[in-house]
């Protein structure tokens, strides 16, 4: 490194530290969850990459194997057997969205409430549909319904037939964190339109794709970007993909509880 090199370094470090801002508002994908329908479950990028791009999100890992929730940077790996893992920066992601988490609002939600009425709340808090809001909401649920998917060896099925032998669990009174996004109508084809959160139990003994929930007492933070920037894999499948097909109601089967 040059003297000039490192005192831009130095200085560009110093502004960063004064301004508070180290980190832009952009919310970064990897693939698109279409591709991901498809049973594009190979390497595309790693945590320590992931790590680069943002602090908090959701995804799944190589192969499919469980359902990812980062929190405060650090990545969760809930596998199809219930267990919770820490992931190390050599792990593989097919797919994940994430944000260096800032929250531009905080609301305390103090009486129980359904998943539907709680998303109708929130709804109402948010500037716009049209923007992508990443939240955190943390406290104490009268329960929490999950799934994670298992993990799948090539040639990879599409995820509507996984999903067909997910387990699925129900904590009941229990702390711990949603973690996810609010995605614009727009993003269909790319992202998941609408709601879309993990769970993870405080005690780290479960947690997963979340299907449904009632609140006890919890604290919502929600971050609002108007910056998405995606990824798109470099794979021969990718580039052999159709998506001309509308998969919505595949979606719907594959993120929602039936
Ligand atoms: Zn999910």
Redesign the pocket.
Known sequence: MTIHRLTLTLCLICLSLLTGCTHSDLVHQTSSIDALLQGEYGPLITVAQLKTQGDTG???FEHLDG?MLMLDGIVYQIRSDGTVHKRDNDTQVPFATVKFFKADQTITIDKPMPLANLYQTLDEQLPTDNWFHTFIIKGSFKSVKTRSVPRQTPPYPPLVEVVKQQPTWTFENVTGTLV?FKCPSFSKGLN?PGY???FLRDDLAGGG??LDFQTNHVSVKIDSSRQWQVTLPDTKKFREMDFAKDRSKELHKV?KDH
Do not use: A, D, S
């Open positions: 959701i995804g799944t359902e996810g998941v879309h959160l993990h794709h979340v993120e």
